[in-house]
């Protein structure tokens, strides 16, 4: 099981499914989920990323916003996703109460995120730590239930493993994320590779795995 298929397996069948795409980034998982057959909506405060994803993925609609104030009224859609996202929400926990407002009963939220392990973890670690920012979006997860704002109805954690011919081509994918983090690969270059070579796996076609834990929470709001 990988984060798409379960994604794609919550909300089956996709068809005409109304599905809120949060922290869209360049459209990727949107492409997917229209190829689906569902009415994509995704929100990104980056006006590169939804560039990219309006050409992506012309079918679906993409506005410019945060996950702590979603533009749209209540109960607009069926279900919606989080894809490694809610550690980039500067209040994850706000952002899961407008992932809830914005539900229509018995919608569910996909809620994926990267825990602060894993080989691909430590590649990154000199770039950017993402340890306490991964961490509060967990304890944000475990608060919302602790108080009995959601149900949990799956928690999963799967392998996501990515291969890499070369330090740059890693480093093209990180930046990719963030391009802000190319200053602190040029300030930093012999730390950062230093790394990359300690925590990559040689393949046996000579290219470097990494290894980033998933942790996958499927969530159902519990009506007020």
Do not use: W
């Amino acid at each position: 099981m990988d984060a798409l298929s379960l994604i794609r397996d919550t909300f089956a069948p996709l068809a005409g499914k109304r599905i809120l795409d949060i922290g869209c980034g360049p459209g990727t998982l949107a492409r997917r989920l229209v190829d689906g057959g569902a009415a994509v909506t995704g929100i990104d405060p980056g006006t590169a990323a939804l560039a990219s994803a309006r050409a992506a993925v012309p079918e679906a609609r993409f506005e410019a916003a945060g996950g702590e104030a979603l533009p749209f009224p209540d109960a607009s859609f069926d279900g919606a996703v989080m894809l490694n996202a809610l550690h980039h929400v500067p209040d994850p926990a706000a952002a899961l109460g407008e992932a809830a407002r914005v539900l229509a009963a018995g919608g569910s939220i996909v809620v994926v995120e990267p825990l602060a392990a894993g080989s691909f973890f430590d590649a990154l670690r000199p770039i950017e730590d993402e340890t306490a920012i991964r961490a509060a979006a967990q304890d944000a997860i475990a608060a919302s239930l602790s108080r009995g704002a959601f149900v949990c109805r799956r928690d999963v954690t799967v392998e996501r493993r990515e291969s890499f011919a070369s330090l740059d081509g890693f480093l093209t994918r990180v930046c990719a994320v963030d391009p802000a983090r190319a200053a602190t690969i040029q300030d930093r270059r012999s730390i950062v590779e230093a790394a990359f070579l300690r925590a990559a796996a040689r393949d046996a076609d000579g290219r470097y795995a990494l290894v980033q834990p998933l942790r996958i929470h499927v969530l159902e709001p519990v009506a007020a």
